[in-house]
């Protein structure tokens, strides 16, 4: 009719560009691809894609070997147990002259009674006695060792010596445990051989004083020759306790 404006005509998509719905049997990936998420990256900000081989290491600050514990676990660490502090090598140089003062003496009397009965039998000082007691005598202070140094490691891990300074000897694998038997008297066995070379008492013996001072250029484990053989190491008895208390 005159004077009336056409109908507007509704605007349609051009044939064949209807957009398409995602479908529901498209893979999950494509879903997720096709609805932007509440967690993508903000516009602008291009997202790193990780590597082949996965994201890179944490990096670790390296470790200073001098502040390492000298011997034993790193302290806080409850599955492998405090630290094991080492003897002061004085202290262990002091605690084996105890002992040797404490054998002599123990020696002194049977090794006194085999010359005394050398005497009887040969005033006259027969050459053939008298090597039978010097023998003897070399025996004699040998057991002794063995027996005084063996038989108290065995029971408490520590001499008459060591247990007046605080020290104590344990194994170094694994750290801290308790000497066997055999290796306790092992131990005390490395001894003898030092003096009964030159037949002079075990602080003066070259082989014996060599065995003693080797824990002074020993720089990890303070250890001397005997403790190499067996496989062990001294400790400072009473810091070990304080620290066990928590100390």
């Not at 349609?12 to 049997?25: D, K, T, W, Y």
């Not at 202070?141 to 007046?164: C, D, H, P, S």
């Not at 344990?170 to 037949?199: D, E, M």
């Not at 496989?231 to 009473?238: A, E, L, N, Q, S």
Request: proline share 15%; charged share 15%; glycine share 10%.
């Amino acid at each position: 009719m005159p004077g009336e404006e056409p109908p507007l005509r509704e605007e349609h998509e051009p044939p064949g560009e209807v957009p398409a719905a995602p479908s529901e049997h498209a893979p999950p990936a494509e879903q997720a691809s096709a609805a932007p998420g509440p967690s993508g990256p903000p516009p602008g900000e291009a997202q790193a894609a990780p590597g082949p081989y996965g994201p890179p290491p944490a990096y670790r600050p390296p470790v200073d070997p001098a502040a390492a514990p000298p011997y034993g676990p790193v302290p806080g660490d409850q599955a492998s147990g405090p630290v094991l502090p080492l003897a002061h090598r004085g202290k262990r140089l002091l605690a084996r002259m105890i002992d040797a003062v404490l054998m002599m003496a123990v020696a002194a009397v049977p090794v006194a009674l085999v010359w005394v009965w050398v005497g009887y039998l040969a005033p006259d000082g027969d050459s053939g006695l008298a090597a039978i007691g010097a023998v003897g005598s070399v025996l004699i202070v040998t057991m002794v060792i063995v027996l005084y140094e063996g038989a108290q490691l065995a029971a408490w891990g520590k001499t008459l010596g060591k247990r007046w300074l605080g020290l104590r000897v344990v194994r170094a694998t694994p750290p801290g445990a308790p000497l066997s038997p055999g290796k306790a008297y092992l131990r005390a066995a490395v001894y003898p051989p030092g003096f009964a070379v030159l037949q002079v008492v075990p602080m003066v013996g070259l082989l014996s004083m060599l065995n003693v001072l080797w824990q002074f250029w020993d720089p990890a484990l303070h250890q001397c020759l005997h403790d190499k053989v067996v496989g062990t190491v001294v400790i400072d008895d009473r810091a070990t306790r304080r620290a066990l208390a928590g100390g």
